[in-house]
């Protein structure tokens, strides 16, 4: 029995056709064709479909890679998982390519991926290109096997790490605080404090050791006083009874003195002013500070009655004149 294939497409007039030779062969044939029309109506099956075509499995990349050559298909290589593989499309008539990939050829001068190329023995070579299109300058495929190339590490091609430009002098190797060009600040000596002192952290911190050892002996000799005093009371029961009043407090150093308004020396545009129990030279045409030499060492402000220095030495300067100022005063109580 021969097999029938009912997946291949008819029209009506075949089928048509078809259904007559088989009442003829059957001596089933209506009287006239009206009634075989009819007839097949009658009996034409409903909400039928028909059975799905079994699909064919589908290869994987490797099995496609590794399939012979088909001659009817198109010479192009497709990527097929970084593993090639022939394209399963048909060859245009009278060329090697299907119509996608003749175009492509047309266009670029070769295939994306690669040909399959037959020698003139007949057998069948594969060529895989390294580039796109075969151009060198396109996009580098990685077909299996091949290894991705390392990148270059990027070398600065004008200057080096480490060889900043100086913000001064514009040169390399030192910055603005080394610089050799950098413009010498004038030296502090302590004009206007009344201090002949030469800027030097040993000297202040020398200075501050000093004045710990200066209140500590006088605390030491204070409290010997009192012990005294407290021996000669318990002693002396008829001796007139003294009150010892305290010595008037000197004002508070940190308080902000005002403004002294008399002039010095007949000079209209200068003035003193003291600060924290030490006086100083102010020139109120600009509410500057001057030192003995005229020299400016800080600003004042007249709202919150302070003076903000030029520089750290000055102010550590006028710290050690009010540590010594207080000690004279403590020593004077004592």
């Given at each position: 029995m021969s097999s029938i294939d009912f997946h291949a497409k008819i029209s009506g007039h075949e089928a048509f056709a078809w259904i007559k030779n088989c009442l003829e062969n059957h001596s089933?044939?209506?009287?006239?064709?009206?009634?075989?029309?009819?007839?097949?109506?009658?009996?034409?099956?409903?909400?039928?479909?028909?059975?799905?075509?079994?699909?064919?499995?589908?290869?994987?990349?490797?099995?496609?890679?590794?399939?012979?050559?088909?001659?009817?298909?198109?010479?192009?290589?497709?990527?097929?998982?970084?593993?090639?593989?022939?394209?399963?499309?048909k060859k245009v008539d009278g060329k090697c390519f299907c119509n996608r990939h003749f175009i492509e050829n047309e266009k670029h001068g070769a295939t994306r991926f690669g040909i399959f190329l037959i020698n003139s023995d007949g057998d069948v070579q594969k060529q895989r290109y390294t580039h796109a299109f075969n151009n060198t300058e396109d996009k580098m495929h990685l077909w299996d096997g091949v290894e991705r190339p390392k990148k270059a590490k990027k070398t600065s091609s004008s200057t080096t790490k480490?060889?900043?430009?100086?913000?001064?002098?514009?040169?390399?190797?030192?910055?603005?605080?080394?610089?050799?060009?950098?413009?010498?600040?004038?030296?502090?000596?302590?004009?206007?404090?009344?201090?002949?002192?030469?800027?030097?952290?040993?000297?202040?911190?020398?200075?501050?050791?000093?004045?710990?050892?200066?209140?500590?002996?006088?605390?030491?000799?204070?409290?010997?006083?009192?012990?005294?005093?407290?021996?000669?009371?318990?002693?002396?029961?008829?001796?007139?009874?003294?009150l010892l009043l305290p010595d008037p407090q000197p004002e508070d150093l940190d308080e902000d003195l005002s403004l002294d308004q008399h002039d010095d020396d007949g000079d209209g545009d200068n003035s003193t002013v003291m600060y924290q129990g030490i006086q100083y030279i102010l020139d109120t045409e600009d509410n500057t500070i001057v030192g003995d030499e005229m020299d400016v060492i800080g600003n004042w402000d007249p709202d919150t009655q302070?003076?903000?220095?030029?520089?750290?030495?000055?102010?550590?300067?006028?710290?050690?004149?009010?540590?010594e100022l207080k000690a004279k005063n403590e020593s004077k109580q004592a």
């Open positions: 089933l044939l209506p009287e006239d064709e009206e009634q075989l029309v009819n007839f097949i109506v009658s009996h034409k099956p409903k909400d039928f479909k028909n059975p799905r075509k079994p699909r064919a499995s589908k290869k994987s990349s490797q099995e496609r890679a590794s399939d012979d050559y088909q001659p009817s298909l198109c010479d192009a290589m497709v990527w097929n998982d970084h593993l090639g593989a022939q394209c399963d499309k480490g060889t900043r430009k100086c913000g001064i002098c514009g040169e390399c190797g030192h910055n603005r605080k080394t610089c050799p060009h950098r413009p010498m600040e004038p030296e502090d000596t302590g004009a206007g404090t009344g201090l002949n002192l030469i800027p030097s952290h040993q000297e202040f911190n020398q200075a501050r050791v000093n004045l710990s050892d200066t209140l500590s002996q006088n605390t030491t000799t204070e409290e010997t006083q009192n012990d005294t005093n407290e021996t000669q009371n318990d002693t002396t029961d008829s001796q007139e009874t003294v302070t003076i903000e220095w030029i520089n750290s030495d000055i102010s550590k300067f006028h710290r050690l004149a009010v540590f």
